[in-house]
């Protein structure tokens, strides 16, 4: 094992650690530093310093005050280097994470009613760490997901199937004493050709986009509520592909702050990764002729070379609320708080 894999694990467990207690205590002092920044899926958005980045936490932990962290994927590496990104961000050492809050909902979050239930927040994750402290985290959580399942449902029902992300089939998600830089490089070399394939679009066919070489036969493709699970490429150019390439045309990849590959799996994302104008009915809502930043993480399991899974958190609200939807007010209409002035 090499100097940079011992590094790399030992990394994996300081971020485990911090962020299990996170889940448990709420201590922000003990996990990140001073000047640390929290990029967070809307309406949290980024938040900076142990004041901000603690009512984050809390509001989280008062909700669900016996939360339990439950990760499915827990993986790392230094971020290989991307042209259309500042060099800042290029080899830093990141640990991705994918899984979900577990608790009873006791208090309303962000205007979500309470169950008192048990819920499941789906959580993805980066950490940047540096020495022994988170320096930087991105975490797209799925309050549309909390929503479904608070039964307030305030958008059109979702083409793919909506529910619980499923964990890697091979059940080998959790890397934290595993590193193998050279299976993650050909991971990440064939996604990253899977992405550029992506790219060859002419605008009227998707057999010109020459991707489905990379992917397995049945792929399971789980993407966020509000577009849902999709099943082989049939299923994910019906429900996903489609419907998106219609919705934004000029749709174009913008960059990406992380890209690690971690044996057979590779994750990539951008803060935004994905712009594009909204020309065409989307998620029901018809086109209103804006520039929309999409914030997006994707986290692939490759299994002989394919893309088996692909796990995808896309901060939807936030691209609603570009769109000029306000879903939180939406949600407050339907629990019996409509406006009631313009």
């Known amino acids: 094992m090499t100097t ?24 922000v002092q003990d996990a990140y530093h001073a000047d640390a920044h929290l990029w967070a899926s809307h309406p ?14 809390h509001q989280l932990r008062t909700a669900l005050p016996d939360m339990e962290r439950r990760d499915s994927i827990f993986t790392g590496g230094y971020s290989k280097p991307d042209a259309r990104m ?17 608790g009873t909902f006791t208090e309303d979050l962000c205007g979500i009613p309470a169950t008192n239930g048990v819920v499941h927040i789906r959580s993805c994750e980066v950490h940047h760490i540096s020495g022994d402290k988170i320096a930087h985290s ?11 399942q608070a039964d307030v449902w305030p958008i059109a029902p979702s083409l793919g199937a909506e529910g619980a992300w499923q964990p890697p089939s091979s059940s080998a998600g959790i890397r934290l004493d595993i590193q193998d830089s050279t ?22 066919s998707l057999d010109s986009m020459q991707h489905g070489a990379y992917w397995g036969d049945t792929f399971l493709w789980y993407g966020p509520a509000g577009i849902g699970t999709t099943r082989g ?14 919705g934004f045309p000029d749709r174009k990849g913008a960059g990406h702050y992380i890209r690690i590959g971690d044996g057979n799996f590779v994750v990539t994302g951008g803060w935004p990764s994905v712009t594009g104008t ?12 804006k520039h929309i930043e999409m914030r997006v993480m994707d986290f692939y399991h490759l299994v002989d070379g394919k893309i088996t899974e692909n796990w995808v958190p896309i901060d939807i609200l936030y691209m609603l609320h570009q769109m ?13 708080n409509p406006k009631r002035d313009l």
């Open 44 to 57: 949290f958005n980024k938040l900076h310093g142990h004041d901000a980045i603690h009512d984050f936490w």
């Open 4 to 27: 940079d894999e011992q590094t790399i694990i030992a990394a994996k467990h300081t971020a485990h650690r911090h962020l299990h207690n996170l889940a448990q205590t709420g201590n």
């Open 233 to 246: 490429m049939d299923g994910f150019r019906a429900h996903h592909q489609i419907p998106f390439l219609t």
């Open 278 to 289: 909204h020309r065409g009915e989307w998620l029901g809502v018809p086109a209103t002729g």
């Open 324 to 336: 000029g939807l306000d879903v939180f007010a939406r949600l407050k209409h339907i629990r019996g």
């Open 138 to 148: 991105y975490i797209l959580i799925d309050l549309l997901d909390l929503m479904r």
């Open 183 to 204: 299976a993650g490089a050909r991971a990440f070399d064939t996604v990253i050709d899977m992405h550029n394939a992506l790219q060859t679009f002419d605008g009227k």
């Open 86 to 102: 500042d060099d800042s961000l290029n080899g830093r050492l990141l640990i991705a994470t994918m899984g979900h809050y577990q």
